[in-house]
């Protein structure tokens, strides 16, 4: 059978739908004239963040006779900047609603804002050098017992696209419609870190680099992934009356394969393995007005579950002595966000 075969019947049946069923399967999302689009806005909190970064090994010290260094691997989790709390988020989301495809964005906003004691020297590279005696450093260290605090402005956005071609109708106040969709996550934040005034320099790493002892400095961080799942919508009511709509969605991003697309040199390069998982779930009241729009009401819960295994590109002794390079890492990020919405449509 040719490969296009199956794809040609699942057009056929798409076209069909219309033609072949009764009311109860309709062809496409119910989308009326005056509701093709809704504009929501979200104040809530986000919680539960979790995040992790644990070296694992490094061949380099296996290849060049030194496993015993091994043990010079770090971590460093969320918990270690005072990160263990719920802080307040807001954002807005826009939809856009055809009858067989419709977009969906959605933005949230949140700022941590922290002040705490480093459990432990904490090697950290940062976005705009720190100037200590006329040289500036990429690279500081935070010493064991030092307070410092941190501000972080970021911002959580995710654009999809879904494909819904059919609407199950068993009742004239039930609609259900389920879609596949395609997507991007993206994470973008700028933070400010402050350890004080700058007291020294020190060496750390192998090869060595140079880090200045406290300062302060700010830059940005970011990271983008590509999704695609499944979900649906149960619509509750007459069309034209008060409806509880249900709608969820489940999307993930399964990637093994090169950072070479996300890291700016060469000696950064890793290979990655990805496993992210974006679970949501939403409950709107949507109440109608005369005008045939509707305003809504209601809540929206959302899980993220990421986790990586980044590990060197070297195949050879030769290259792994030759790039020198770094642990291998080990790295997972955790966060749910509970927000109230409120919105209309036009």
């Not at 005072?82 to 807001?90: I, K, Q, T």
């Not at 020297?121 to 050098?129: E, L, S």
């Not at 200590?132 to 654009?159: K, T």
């Not at 679970?279 to 929206?300: H, K, M, Q, S, W």
Request: aromatic share 12%; with cysteine; proline share 5%.
């Amino acid at each position: 059978m040719s490969s296009y075969a199956p794809w040609c019947c699942i057009l056929t049946l798409f076209l069909s739908v219309n033609v072949l069923a009764g009311d109860w399967l309709r062809g496409g999302r119910e989308a009326p004239e005056t509701r093709d689009a809704t504009l929501r806005f979200a104040v809530g909190a986000v919680s539960d963040i979790q995040g992790l970064v644990q070296e694992t090994q490094r061949t380099f010290y296996d290849v060049s006779g030194q496993p015993e260094k091994q043990q010079l691997a770090e971590y460093y989790d969320l918990d270690d900047f005072g990160m263990d709390d719920s802080y307040p988020a807001a954002g807005f989301g826009f939809d856009w609603i055809w009858r067989y495809v419709s977009l969906e964005w959605n933005v949230l906003f949140m700022n941590p804002d922290v002040s705490t004691v480093a459990q432990r020297n904490y090697y950290i590279g940062v976005g705009d050098d720190i100037t200590f005696e006329g040289q500036g450093y990429d690279n500081l260290l935070i010493p064991e017992g030092q307070s410092f605090s941190m501000d972080l402005l970021g911002a959580m956005s995710e654009v999809r696209g879904m494909f819904t071609p059919v609407t199950f109708a068993p009742a004239e106040t039930v609609r259900i419609t389920p879609w596949i969709d395609l997507g991007l996550f993206l994470f973008g934040g700028y933070y400010e870190i402050d350890a004080g005034p700058p007291t020294g320099t020190t060496q750390y790493l192998n090869p060595p680099e140079d880090f200045v002892i406290g300062g302060a400095s700010d830059g940005y961080v970011g990271m983008g992934l590509p999704e695609y799942g499944a979900g649906g919508e149960i619509r509750l009511g007459r069309p034209d009356a008060l409806n509880l709509v249900i709608q969820g969605h489940y999307a993930m991003c399964d990637y093994s394969g090169s950072t070479d697309w996300i890291v700016s040199t060469a000696h950064r390069e890793k290979n990655a393995d990805i496993d992210h998982v974006n679970v949501r779930l939403r409950c709107t009241l949507d109440i109608p007005l005369e005008n045939g729009r509707a305003v809504l009401v209601g809540i929206d819960y959302q899980a993220i579950d990421s986790e990586a295994l980044l590990t060197g590109t070297a195949e050879t002794e030769e290259d792994v002595l030759a790039q020198r390079e770094r642990f291998d890492k080990y790295v997972s990020f955790e966060l749910t966000a509970l927000t109230a919405l409120f919105g209309f449509t036009f």
